[in-house]
């Protein structure tokens, strides 16, 4: 992690430049209510509310920044480095308390080590500065296997808590189930799980109702200017007619790894479910992987007919091959047929942006550039931060996504859980 | 509010019950529109505006590049502009392309509020181009026309245009006439938008004001005009709204019966500086108090609109201001205080009187401090008077709106050192954005000591620090076609309609006695009077 380990207090009384952390302090405790105690330390402390940088006093320190508990549950401690670097650095966007938890030594005796830090950020010349928390956990031993019992008495009452896996959930287990307790909304990143990683993405469909809690999955987030390149297609009057005469939806995928089951699915996935949410769309034939691969194809695609009305919808997830990261989306392909007009949608990704190119009956429309970097971790972080409210639109293409997937129960519970 | 929504329900205008009946009949079909596009469902947060050509008349003057340059290099660094956006610089200077962007380039560096990396800066200026020619020049509209067309043909087809008017309001007719002789604000169905923007002042009166609406209403219907005023589209006061209408327990108290009376101050410190000559024609009540008080004011007073878009919104705050009873000539002397600041000391320097600033007449009568008192008649606010007071070369910067509530009806703690201090709501529009609500507590001991504590919310410990310029915020809603923060005609006229009588009457008077207070404090003696009068006292901040 980043920061000095030997300091017992206040590391720094230093002026800051206004947008550029400063680690104002850091401490180490051996217990839960060590922590705590460590925790009110620093706020209690008048050296680090006053410091004299010409000689008078000045109050700079105002206050602990008022917006959520984040908890890191990070597994390794190597992971648990990389996200308190990227919490850190969420200058001016922190979350109040971040506890970040690794687990170490399963075997041995139970310990736990805290290292308690405050950054601080003058998000002005002329305002105050405000701080946030960063304490970084490790449970050894049996400690390690109650996370939630750790993080509970550590948590800012009355602050929303969000619930960060920046690895792969285990959502069935127990230890999850006291976590998603706490939580108010989990984040996470399903593009990054294991095999296809629809599996997964079914049980998470299930949270909502069951822990009454918000998804975030930074996989759905990062798809937005592909919505919006192919929303923008619609906004002419012209042409959102043919949206209700939607036909075909293909998405093309990265793929290095021919065996289906092997490269994650779940951001191809999400592209058909939003669209199918938000057309209303059923489904008549939940997504399943082909025999074999068809013409051009890295290796056996997935298939799902969707319908709206007496109207199908056909949809495959189509794996080619390509040096995008693996599960990555290349191309989103729409169909839509009307009386005898046909408007075919072409998005494609570019490494900075999307581009949309569109014919109506073979005539090509002016294409449309979407401007659009990839987002990082720490984009994602700070925007869910950011955004804490009810995504329904996002809620809904999780429930469809597990609806495609053949959890019919997925659409009803969600529709309790909201 | 989120801008985004109310750009979302402002293009939902609703169908006539017969375009409803013809097309349930399917006599008829219900026009389209691009909000009813069920792809567009939660994407309004980041929404991209149209492809379009902007035309920024006055490019080369200090306004395009101190604040609308900046702000559009924002839009483009994070990804707001649509791809193939392109700005045409219209100037009468000699520049060609290069060389304005190199000017512009210059001026992003020393205005921007984040940093622009250079690849990034590259592509925004690559995106400028000049288009040499004086305001009434035929010749130069006629060529720009060609230069907008090639531009639609190159991408979209489709010509849709924004024109920005960053230059002195005795240009405005000239250059709307011209955009008009030359057809560019032709809104023909499937050829694209056309939108105007115009910088305040509108006007320097009631009646030029009136001219000017009609000026430019004879080119742009009212639904194409944008006018800007900047303060409209800062974070707090938009979180004004939000305070009032997305909370519940304020509304109820916010009127007559709670509130004693609100203080609104707009406080500078800073003086005219090389603004003199301009400022000699303008004044403070020009300035600031015809436009960003009374907006401010109109804010406070509202009734919660029927719906969050443009309209509603602009409905509200007009009857507000039509519910202001302007001064009568006789009172003016009475509710409303001028002065102008003399040599002093601000924050530690000399600094001198207004009459010794560069290109301000020695003998000037300009009023650089302005304070009144203003009811607003209606049934919320009947009697409760709010005080407004701006002026340069107050203290220090501070705006803010401060609510004042009524003392408690009964007073039960006879035995405390100090009767209950009444409740005060502050809202800080600048510096330091934030709400703070002040309320009285019980001194720890064994007396019954009571003391105001106050419960303070920065917008920094709770949000991201990189809040948008306003000016971000505005051109992007005159892209996106939400006007809802932006000034409507009547609303101009009708805040004239406010200031008109305060002018007229110190027009005939004798002349003040100026300078009447030092630069450093709050303004002239009388402006305490006037608060004292019915014993209160401006907020000391």
């Not at chain 1, 709206?308 to 091959?321: F, H």
């Not at chain 2, 707009?266 to 003199?276: F, N």
């Not at chain 2, 804010?299 to 969050?308: Q, S």
């Not at chain 2, 009811?375 to 009697?383: A, I, K, T």
């Amino acid at each position: 992690m980043a920061g000095p380990r030997s300091h017992h207090g206040i590391v720094s009384t230093e002026p800051a430049a206004p947008g550029e952390p400063v680690l104002r302090w850091a401490s180490r405790a051996r217990s839960v209510p060590e922590v705590g105690r460590e925790l009110d330390r620093i706020w209690s402390t008048v050296s680090l509310a006053a410091v004299a940088p010409d000689g008078g006093v000045e109050r700079r320190i105002a206050a602990r920044s008022s917006v959520m508990n984040l908890v890191v549950i990070a597994g390794r401690s190597e992971v648990g480095e990389r996200a308190a670097s990227i919490v850190e650095g969420l200058t001016g966007r922190h979350p109040s308390r971040a506890l970040v938890v690794s687990q170490a030594d399963p075997d041995g005796p139970a310990w736990l080590d805290a290292q308690i830090h405050a950054h601080c950020v003058l998000p002005a010349h002329d305002a105050p500065e405000t701080c946030s928390e960063l304490v970084y956990l490790t449970a050894g031993g049996e400690t390690g296997q109650h996370l939630a019992g750790i993080v509970a008495p550590l948590l800012i009452h009355d602050l929303p808590v969000a619930v960060w896996w920046p690895v792969e959930p285990h959502f069935e287990s127990q230890q999850s189930h006291d976590l998603l307790a706490l939580a108010d909304r989990v984040l996470v990143d399903g593009s990054r799980w294991s095999g296809d990683g629809l599996r997964q993405l079914a049980h998470m469909a299930t949270l909502p109702e069951r822990f009454r809690v918000e998804i975030t999955d930074f996989a759905l987030v990062r798809q937005a200017r592909w919505r919006e390149a192919i929303a923008s297609t619609f906004d002419r009057p012209n042409l959102l007619p043919h949206l209700r005469g939607l036909r075909e939806v293909h998405v093309r995928y990265a793929a290095r790894s021919v065996t289906p089951g092997r490269t994650n699915i779940v951001k191809p996935l999400y592209h058909v479910a939003w669209l199918a949410a938000r057309c209303g769309l059923s489904v008549e034939r939940p997504l399943r992987a082909t025999d074999e691969a068809g013409d051009g194809e890295a290796g056996a695609s997935h298939r799902a007919v969707l319908r709206a009305g007496r109207r199908l919808v056909r949809v495959s997830l189509v794996p080619t091959e390509a040096d995008a990261p693996s599960g990555t989306t290349l191309a989103v392909d729409l169909r839509c047929e009307r009386r005898r007009s046909v408007l075919e949608i072409d998005v494609t990704a570019m490494a900075e942006g999307v581009v949309v190119r569109a014919t109506v009956d073979g005539e090509p429309m002016p294409e449309r550039r979407f401007h659009a970097p990839r987002k990082r971790e720490p984009d994602l972080l700070a925007q869910a931060i950011d955004e804490a409210g009810h995504d329904h639109v996002g809620a809904e293409a999780l429930a469809q996504a597990a609806m495609i997937l053949g959890e019919p129960r997925a659409l009803a519970a969600h529709r309790r859980a909201h | 509010m989120t801008r985004t929504r109310a750009a979302a329900t402002s293009t939902q205008k609703a169908a006539s019950i017969r375009e409803e009946r013809l097309a349930r009949d399917g006599r008829r079909r219900r026009p389209r529109r691009a909000s009813d596009n069920p792809l567009r469902e939660g994407l309004r947060l980041e929404r991209v505006p149209d492809p379009h050509t902007m035309v920024l008349f006055g490019a080369t003057g200090d306004l395009s590049h101190r604040k609308v340059f900046p702000a559009l290099a924002q839009l483009w660094r994070t990804n707001l502009l649509p791809a193939e956006w392109h700005l045409v610089a219209v100037g009468r200077r000699p520049y060609d392309d290069e060389s304005f962007r190199a000017e512009v380039g210059t001026a992003l560096d020393r205005n921007s509020r984040v940093a622009l990396e250079p690849e990034v800066a590259r592509q925004f200026l690559e995106r400028i181009s000049y288009h040499r020619g004086d305001f009434d020049e035929v010749a130069a509209y006629d060529s720009l026309v060609e230069r907008i067309a090639a531009h639609g043909r190159e991408h979209d087809g489709v010509a849709n245009v924004l024109f920005y008017l960053a230059t002195p309001p005795s240009a405005f007719p000239t250059i709307v006439g011209q955009i008009g002789r030359c057809g560019l604000d032709h809104e023909m169905r499937g050829a694209g938008w056309r939108r105007v923007v115009i910088e305040k002042p509108f006007g320097r009166d009631l009646e030029s004001a009136g001219r000017l609406n009609r000026e430019v209403g004879r080119v742009f219907r009212e639904a194409q005009v944008y006018r800007i005023d900047h303060y409209l589209g800062k974070e707090t006061v938009r979180n004004l709204l939000v305070f009032r209408f997305g909370n519940g327990i304020f509304e109820p108290i916010w009127s007559r019966q709670y509130v004693d009376h609100v203080q609104i101050t707009v406080a500078e410190s800073l003086g005219v500086g090389e603004r003199g000559a301009f400022y000699e024609e303008t004044g403070a009540v020009r300035d600031v108090l015809q436009n960003h008080m009374l907006q401010l004011l109109s804010l406070v007073a509202m009734e919660p609109p029927a719906a969050f878009a443009a309209d509603p919104l602009r409905d509200e705050k007009v009857k507000v201001l039509r519910s202001i009873a302007p001064p009568p000539r006789g009172r003016v002397t009475r509710d409303v205080v001028r002065g102008q600041y003399g040599p002093g000391w601000v924050e530690g320097v000399a600094v001198p009187g207004y009459r010794g600033e560069p290109e301000v007449d020695p003998g000037s009568e300009t009023e650089t401090y302005v304070a009144g008192r203003f009811e607003v008649d209606n049934w919320r606010w009947s009697g409760v008077p709010f005080y407004l007071r701006h002026g340069k070369r107050l203290p220090k910067r501070a705006t803010e709106i401060a609510i004042q509530f009524r003392e408690v009806p009964h007073k039960l703690f006879a035995e405390a050192d100090m009767d209950p201090q009444p409740n005060l709501l502050a809202i800080r529009i600048q510096p330091d954005e934030g709400i703070m609500l002040r309320f009285g507590s019980k001194v720890p001991g064994l007396g019954l000591d009571i003391r105001p504590v106050t419960m303070d919310f920065t917008y920094g410990s709770s949000f991201a620090a990189d809040a948008p310029d306003a000016y971000e915020t505005l051109l992007l809603d005159a892209m996106l076609g939400d006007a809802s923060l932006f000034t409507r005609a009547d609303e101009v006229e009708a805040a004239w309609s406010i200031v008109a009588p305060i002018l007229g009457t110190w027009l005939d008077a004798p002349p003040p006695a100026f300078p009447n207070y030092e630069a450093g404090g709050w303004g002239p003696a009388t402006a305490d009077a006037l608060l004292s009068r019915d014993d209160r006292r401006w907020r000391r901040l």
